[in-house]
């Protein structure tokens, strides 16, 4: 059997993981053995009485730095790291095309943030990447650490089981999914509207279905992230461009 997917978490708050992930897919692949973890307190690694983790930053500003050194003995500690990240609003994107990169490392090491942020000096010297999960700021990395874990859960060997489900997915085609329906093949909501499943679905032409699927998740794509339609459309154009 190979070795499970690892994952160590550098955090103040080794108490949150699992977390969510110690239920449904992802807690059964973790009870399976598909996957490993395990949360390395910081505070362990720090001096003092107080065991203090941070400091003022120079040059002032508000809030609180968390220490090199502390970080650095904890990251130290973890016996095979593998890929080092540092979950940072300011760090490349978090994509599905990241996440299937990561999904095939088998370690990575997940720092956990907190305060103002960590010194820069100690990601460098660790060489910890830096990626974020979207525009906005958390009190901490913990909520971030855990979705991109679960993000890469799922596309492990043996978790979802149905190839099928991973490469229709949002994404994975640079297109957003397309809109599902199931029964009843009628429905009256609260609003008192009568809400039919679209005819071409209950057809059963799969040509035909696979084509108005794909169409409404153009048609959605568009609408909704222009970005990456804009994305698909320029890869799509300089395809066609003829050799030099």
């Given at each position: 059997m190979n070795s499970p997917w690892h994952i160590s978490i550098l955090t103040l708050f080794p108490e949150m993981f699992p977390g969510?992930?110690?239920h449904s897919l992802s807690g059964k692949a973790l009870e399976n053995g598909i996957w490993s973890f395990k949360a390395v307190n910081i505070r362990d690694f720090a001096q003092g009485v107080h065991k203090s983790v941070d400091d003022t930053p120079y040059g002032g500003g508000a809030g609180m730095v968390m220490r090199p050194d502390v970080i650095e003995k904890a990251t130290l500690s973890i016996e095979n790291p593998g890929r080092k990240i540092y979950l940072s609003p300011r760090g490349k994107p978090?994509?599905?095309k990241l996440v299937q990169e990561l999904s095939e490392e088998p370690a990575l090491t997940l720092l956990c943030g907190r305060y103002e942020g960590v010194d820069q000096r100690v990601l460098e010297s660790q060489d910890y990447e830096e990626i974020s999960i979207?525009?906005?700021v958390l009190s901490g990395g913990e909520p971030a650490a855990m979705i991109l874990m679960d993000a890469c859960i799922r596309l492990l060997p043996g978790v979802l089981?149905?190839?099928d489900t991973v490469s229709e997915e949002s994404f994975s085609s640079?297109?957003?999914e397309y809109p599902h329906f199931t029964r009843p093949a009628q429905w009256t909501s609260a609003d008192g509207h009568i809400r039919e499943v679209p005819e071409i679905l209950t057809s059963g032409d799969h040509s035909k279905?696979?084509?108005?699927?794909?169409g409404q998740?153009?048609?959605v794509t568009k609408a909704r992230r222009p970005d990456l339609w804009n994305i698909r459309e320029n890869a799509r154009l300089s395809g066609k461009k003829p050799k030099k």
């Open positions: 969510p992930l110690g978090l994509t599905q979207g525009d906005y089981g149905n190839e640079g297109l957003l279905i696979r084509d108005w699927r794909e998740a153009e048609s």
